[in-house]
């Protein structure tokens, strides 16, 4: 005889609650329904997405000739590839509950869809398998030409193309790489999950708001402008927040 998995539900409603038997598969039709994106977040959603493709398209256009002179130096300072690429957690695009995911499609759990980001290439090249860690301020591993392109942030143009795949943003708070995350994710617990539930971006309110992270308290610090940014997001403050990454770059300003 096939026996299917039951599983226990607790249905709450105005006259009380009752309980009723359900199988792993309803749960998972159920759970498509249960949780609802309200409609201002979803018009919230497509305004952003526009500007932000529309401002990474111009951006390619306008800094493609500087992208070429980024290229060569990388060439000349150090041998290895001129982009950098690692793998990274992006959105997650499941349903909520509270703070629970409520799909239950996924083996494992990374905390969003995994893609591959690219950068300018600012250390000398490691080799394959080489432990990832955060670099310093003064990282031995960064050459010349990365010291200059990271206190500006240009090491981050490639990323245009990011936001045009529909990996990334221009504006959101900044994907880490899965180990880390999961490392973050057992020493914040739900706070840096949320993080998750937009895209991540280039820029964002935390990194015009604060330096490069070295350390937990400065990714905690981050982690509550990540949120605050989400709590009030919209298409003017994406525009707002490109407008303050400007001077970041040039001036190395961060608004405080």
Request: hydrophobic share 40%; charged share 25%; aromatic share 8%.
């Amino acid at each position: 005889m096939l026996q299917t998995s039951q599983t226990r539900v607790t249905a709450r409603g105005s006259a009380g609650h009752m309980e009723m038997m359900a199988s792993p598969l309803s749960l998972r039709f159920k759970a498509k329904n249960m949780v609802k994106v309200p409609p201002r977040m979803r018009r919230c959603d497509v305004a952003c997405r526009l500007l932000n493709v529309a401002v990474a398209s111009l951006g390619i256009l306008i800094t493609a000739p500087l992208m070429v002179v980024v290229a060569v130096m990388i060439k000349l300072s150090s041998p290895g590839p001129i982009i950098y690429s690692q793998p990274r957690v992006g959105l997650d695009r499941r349903r909520f509950q509270g703070d629970e995911p409520v799909s239950h499609r996924r083996r494992s759990d990374h905390g969003g869809r995994v893609f591959t980001i690219y950068k300018f290439r600012t250390m000398r090249a490691e080799k394959p398998g080489a432990a990832q860690t955060w670099a310093g301020k003064n990282d031995p591993r960064i050459t010349w030409i990365g010291h200059f392109l990271r206190a500006t942030r240009l090491d981050e143009l490639p990323q245009f193309f990011n936001v045009l795949f529909g990996d990334m943003n221009i504006v959101g708070p900044r994907p880490e790489q899965p180990a880390i995350f999961e490392e973050l994710h057992s020493e914040l617990g739900w706070r840096y999950r949320t993080r998750q539930r937009v895209l991540p971006g280039i820029t964002g309110l935390a990194q015009v708001k604060q330096g490069y992270d070295t350390d937990l308290e400065g990714v905690k610090t981050k982690v509550a402008l990540d949120l605050e940014y989400i709590g009030k997001r919209s298409a003017t403050r994406d525009l707002a927040i490109m407008a303050k990454t400007v001077p970041v770059m040039v001036f190395r300003k961060v608004w405080m």
